[in-house]
T-cell receptor
């Protein structure tokens, strides 16, 4: 079945460092891909999405490009802030539109 | 506008008791989803509603779990004879009628603890 694999955390960075969180997927068909974020004490919220190959999703300085050839959707940010500390979930939606999530990656940014 | 709301926010129950969790989706959203977030299992899909019908119940872990949706709006997830492994945060999400890659909007969750 469809699945999402993302890098184990925690990822620990200093403020203004470059961030990459790897995400790869296995799917039949052509899923939409998402990054969701969960800030401490808050609910899940959409960070960005891409619905077809080569699309780039972007929001709040974060970017991810839908790469069909490598089945990847890596999350990047050029300069992280302390306020970016959260758990990041990569996900795909299948034909029924249910979300299949990766295990989540905790990001900790220190000043 | 109002987002997805869930109640109760926290629930502590004794093993063997039944619990009901409620979800109020965003007005006008026809699709509604239940997920479970637990320490050992990450985020798992449970069930999906389109209107009042549930075309995908594949994620319900056992026959102790059931869900219904009435009036194309409110949904209730019922867990019968709760077990300690049911302890988790139960998340509800809704999405608008358009199909294909639509954003799901999540509620704050119900944190269930089974003693």
């Amino acid at each position: 079945g469809d699945s999402v694999t993302q890098m184990e955390g925690p990822v620990t960075l200093s403020e203004e460092a470059f961030l990459t969180i790897n995400c790869t997927y296995t799917a039949t068909g052509y899923p939409s891909l998402f990054w969701y974020v969960q800030y401490p004490g808050e609910g899940l919220q959409l960070l960005l999405k891409a619905t077809k190959a080569d699309d780039k999703g972007s929001n709040k300085g974060f970017e991810a490009t839908y790469r069909k050839e490598t089945t990847s959707f890596h999350l990047e940010k050029g300069s992280v802030q302390v306020s970016d500390s959260a758990v990041y979930f990569c996900a795909l939606s299948d034909r029924a539109d249910k979300l299949i999530f990766g295990t989540g990656t905790r990001l900790q940014v220190f000043p | 506008g109002a987002g997805v709301s869930q109640s109760p926010s926290n629930k502590v129950t004794e093993k063997g008791k039944d619990v009901e969790l409620r979800c109020d989706p965003i007005s006008g959203h026809t699709a509604l989803y239940w997920y479970r977030q637990s320490l050992g299992q990450g985020l798992e899909f449970l069930i999906y509603f389109q209107g009042n019908s549930a075309p995908d119940k594949s994620g319900l872990p056992s026959d102790r779990f059931s869900a219904e949706r009435t009036g194309g709006s409110v949904s209730t997830l019922t867990i019968q004879r709760t077990q300690q492994e049911d302890s988790a945060v139960y998340l509800c999400a809704s999405s608008p009628p358009e199909r294909g890659g639509e954003t799901q909007y999540f509620g704050p969750g119900t944190r269930l603890l089974v003693l």
